[in-house]
Structures are given as structure tokens and as C-alpha cells.
T-cell receptor, first 115, second 117 residues
Framework: AQSVTQLDSQVPVFEEAPVELRCNYS??????LFWYVQYPNQGLQLLLK??????LVKGINGFEAEFNKSQTSFHLRKPSVHISDTAEYFC?????????????FGTGTQLKVEL | GAVVSQHPSRVICKSGTSVKIECRSL??????MFWYRQFPKQSLMLMAT?????????EQGVEKDKFLINHASLTLSTLTVTSAHPEDSSFYIC?????????????FGPGTRLTVL
């Protein structure tokens, strides 16, 4: 069985500070990896995804993530956050074999950016 | 980018009644649509997957007779919560995918907040 673990339920950070949101997954087969952002009362929006190739993936709004196969991690980073980055962030995986191409989500990390 | 809409955004109903939630892909044809349920402070849990013109595939533990899903066209899917009870109160989110396989990006609707009194 696959699972996605987001270790931090809440991450407070001051504006213009760097941030890292952690994501680990467990799977014995290859996966696709995703980060989504959910602003209050809105649907999920794709930030970035890793399918293959370079392990450093750049997404929208200045976010990036690095796929680390040996550590089964896909942490999300931003060098300088803004108040508008306050939102819920979800890591998700797709199991490439036998999973029916279904997204499995982590429990989410609430990023709160403070002045 | 692709837009997925849901209607209504909020609904309050009495226990025992049925509620229908619509999910539409506004500018693309959705070959596959997904329905999720999200509890407060928790992750999205996949309820079912539907392909246009086919019966929905439900995840383990989801009652297919209670959560009726219809994907009659490439732009519309509906979720009907039948004989709703307070424990069905939740945030329901649909997602639509136009491409083939996992490479097709899923676009999410804004969600529907269901409150059953």
C-alpha cells in the first residue's frame, strides 16, 4: 500500500523568510509526485509535479520541490514567502502500476505567513 | 487554464432528503471525473472515479447506493447523496481529467459544503 506523509500540520513563518514543507511517501514502485495548494474556499490548484527527468522541479509562484528517491521525499521549498502564500498545501502521489492512476493525498500542511 | 465548476457551493438540507451536486468542466472535455470528500483538517479521500458513459468505480468503504454518481456527458458529472444524514456533512470536491492516463492533469472544482441537519 502506498501512503503520503506530511509531517507538519502547520508551519508558521514570517514574510520574506524561506520555507520548506515536508513530504514523504512509501511505495515499492515508481510514482508521480505532486504538490497542490488550496486557498480558503477554493479548489486545489497544481503547484508543480514530478513525472521524470530532473529531480528539481520548479512550479508556479516561486515554489520548487526536489525528488529524492533514496529518501522517498518530495519536499516543497520557497526562498522567500509572501503573505499571499498563506494556504493549505497538499502533497500527492500516483502509483504507476496497478493503482488506476489515482491521486493519493497527504493530510496537508497549513502554511501561515505572518508579518 | 482549464476550469471546473461545482454547483451549489453550499447546501443545507434536512436529514432524510437527497442532494445533488453538479460538476462541470467548462472549457475541456473530461474523460474521467473524480469525487472526493474532505473532512476538516484532513486530506481528500477519493470516493469514486467515473468515465463518461460508464458506471462509476467506487473506493472501498463507499456506499454506491448512497452516493450516486452519473457521468452522462464529457462535461458534466453529478453526485447525489441519497437519504442524507448528519454524518454525511462534509466538503465534497470534484476533479476532472481530459488527458489519457496519469499524465493528464486533474483540475479541481471549488468544492461543495454539505450540511445535513
Amino acid at each position: 500500500a502506498q501512503s503520503v506523509t506530511q509531517l507538519d500540520s502547520q508551519v508558521p513563518v514570517f514574510e520574506e523568510a524561506p520555507v520548506e514543507l515536508r513530504c514523504n511517501y512509501s511505495s515499492s514502485v515508481s510514482v508521480y509526485l505532486f504538490w497542490y495548494v488550496q486557498y480558503p474556499n477554493q479548489g486545489l490548484q497544481l503547484l508543480l509535479k514530478y513525472l521524470s527527468g530532473s529531480t528539481l522541479v520548479k512550479g508556479i509562484n516561486g515554489f520548487e520541490a526536489e525528488f529524492n528517491k533514496s529518501q522517498t521525499s518530495f519536499h516543497l521549498r520557497k526562498p522567500s514567502v509572501h503573505i499571499s502564500d498563506t494556504a493549505e498545501y497538499f502533497c500527492a502521489v500516483i502509483l504507476l502500476t496497478g493503482g488506476g492512476n489515482k491521486l493519493t493525498f497527504g493530510t496537508g500542511t497549513q502554511l501561515k505567513v505572518e508579518l | 487554464g482549464a476550469v471546473v465548476s461545482q454547483h451549489p457551493s453550499r447546501v443545507i438540507c434536512k436529514s432524510g432528503t437527497s442532494v445533488k451536486i453538479e460538476c462541470r468542466s467548462l472549457d475541456f472535455q473530461a474523460t474521467t471525473m473524480f469525487w472526493y470528500r474532505q473532512f476538516p483538517k484532513q486530506s481528500l479521500m477519493l470516493m469514486a472515479t467515473s468515465n463518461e458513459g460508464s458506471k462509476a468505480t467506487y473506493e472501498q468503504g463507499v456506499e454506491k447506493d448512497k452516493f450516486l454518481i452519473n457521468h452522462a456527458s464529457l462535461t458534466l458529472s453529478t453526485l447525489t447523496v441519497t437519504s442524507a444524514h448528519p454524518e454525511d456533512s462534509s466538503f465534497y470536491i470534484c476533479s476532472a481529467r481530459g488527458g489519457q492516463g496519469a499524465l493528464g492533469e486533474q483540475f479541481f472544482g471549488p468544492g461543495t459544503r454539505l450540511t445535513v441537519l
